[in-house]
Nanobody
Framework: QVPLVESGGGLVQPGGSLRLSCAASRITFNIYNMAWYRQAPGNARELVAVITSGGSTNYADSVKGRFTISRDNAKNTVYPQMNSLKPEDTAVYLC?????????WGQGTQVTVSS
């Protein structure tokens, strides 16, 4: 069983919204900092948003005011709510769980913003 499984990706029109999910298993979820990255073809992997084990958040400048990251420790799940999507948000979105000495990646989910 893969420790991190992303879902919720798909095709959305510019200006639309999507909510991704990353469900964790076989880890002590509440002690991990959780992050979302994205990678578009030909581009480097980019950090999009982070939520720490204590609930603090941080965002890339490109998504500030449009994306909101949250976590539900009871469900071992982290969510980015993505609003006002733009074509340049098109990418594979990957979930990451990290703490000192360990970094775990999901397999990613495709988000395509296009009319």
């Amino acid at each position: 069983q893969v420790p991190l499984v992303e879902s919720g990706g798909g095709l959305v029109q510019p200006g639309g919204s999507l909510r991704l999910s990353c469900a964790a298993s076989r880890i002590t979820f509440n002690i991990y900092n959780m992050a979302w990255y994205r990678q578009a073809p030909g581009n480097a992997r980019e950090l999009v948003a982070v939520i720490t084990s204590g609930g603090s958040t941080n965002y890339a400048d490109s998504v500030k005011g449009r994306f909101t990251i949250s976590r539900d420790n009871a469900k071992n799940t982290v969510y980015p709510q993505m609003n006002s999507l733009k074509p340049e948000d098109t990418a594979v979105y990957l979930c990451n769980a990290n703490r000192i000495g360990r970094s775990i990646w999901g397999q990613g989910t495709q988000v395509t913003v296009s009319s």
